[in-house]
T-cell receptor, first 120, second 117 residues
C-alpha cells in the first residue's frame, strides 16, 4: 500500500514568514510522529499524536512550533516567524499502534520522504 | 534519558564483502526495542531491522543481521554480500517501552556507508 507522504518536498522561505508542512500517514496507522533532522542536532523528536489522545509536545523547541492532526489522519506542522536555525529536514512517521499484530510490529515507525526547509 | 552512540561516522566496504556497523546505548530499562534504519540520498528513512530486547535471539532480515548484546548494551548491524544499493546513512534507534514516556525514537548520529567496486 501507499507509504507516508509529505508535502512540499522542498520549501524555501524568508526569515519571519510562517510555513506549513503536511504529512499523510499510512492508511490505518493511528500514531503519527514528527522529527527534525539538522546538521547540528541530528534527529530530534518534535511531537507525537496517538488517536484522540492529547498530543505529546515535549520535543517542540519553541512556541513558534505547533502541529495539529485533523480527523485522526493528516497532520500539519506549522512554524511561525521562521528563523534561520529552523532550516532542516522535517520527517514524519506513522505507526499502526493498535490492532492484533505483535507489539513490536505495531509500534514500528515508517517514515515519509521529508520536507527540506530552507530559511533565508 | 537514553542515549544512542554510533562511533563510526563513516565506513567503507567492497561490493560482496561483509561490514559491521556499531551501536551502543545507555539505558536503565530492561525492556525496549532497537532499530536500524537506512537513509539513502532520497532522504527516506527505511526500516532495516528490528530487535525486541526481551528476545535473546538475534534478528535477521535477508543479508542483514544484528549482534545484540544486552548486558553490554551493544547492537551492531552486519551487512553480508554488500551491494551498491546498500550505500546510505545508517541510524541506530532506541524505543523505550516505559508507560508514560513519549513514544519517540532516540537516534544515534549515524554511520555513512560507502560501497566500492
Amino acid at each position: 500500500g501507499a507509504g507516508v507522504s509529505q508535502s512540499p518536498s522542498n520549501k524555501v522561505t524568508e526569515k519571519g514568514k510562517d510555513v506549513e508542512l503536511r504529512c499523510d500517514p499510512i492508511s490505518g496507522h493511528t500514531a503519527l510522529y514528527w522529527y527534525r533532522q539538522s546538521l547540528g542536532q541530528g534527529l530530534e523528536f518534535l511531537i507525537y499524536f496517538q488517536g484522540n489522545s492529547a498530543p505529546d509536545k515535549s520535543g517542540l523547541p519553541s512556541d513558534r512550533f505547533s502541529a495539529e492532526r485533523t480527523g485522526g489522519s493528516v497532520s500539519t506542522l506549522t512554524i511561525q516567524r521562521t528563523q534561520q536555525e529552523d532550516s532542516a529536514v522535517y520527517l514524519c512517521a506513522s505507526s499502526l499502534w493498535g490492532g492484533t499484530s505483535g507489539r513490536a510490529v505495531r509500534e514500528t515507525q515508517y517514515f515519509g520522504p521529508g520536507t527540506r526547509l530552507l530559511v533565508l | 534519558a537514553q542515549t544512542v552512540t554510533q562511533s563510526q561516522p563513516e565506513m567503507s566496504v567492497q561490493e560482496a564483502e561483509t561490514v559491521t556497523l556499531s551501536c551502543t546505548y545507555d539505558t536503565s530499562e530492561s525492556d525496549y526495542y532497537l532499530f536500524w534504519y537506512k537513509q539513502p540520498p532520497s532522504r527516506q528513512m527505511i526500516l532495516v531491522i528490528r530487535q525486541e530486547a526481551y528476545k535473546q535471539q538475534n534478528a535477521t532480515e535477508n543479508r542483514f543481521s544484528v549482534n545484540f548484546q544486552k548486558a553490554a548494551k551493544s547492537f551492531s548491524l552486519k551487512i553480508s554480500d554488500s551491494q551498491l544499493g546498500d550505500a546510505a546513512m545508517y541510524f541506530c534507534a532506541y524505543r523505550s517501552l516505559i508507560t508514560g514516556t513519549a513514544s519517540k525514537l532516540t537516534f544515534g548520529t549515524g554511520t555513512r556507508l560507502q560501497v566500492t567496486l
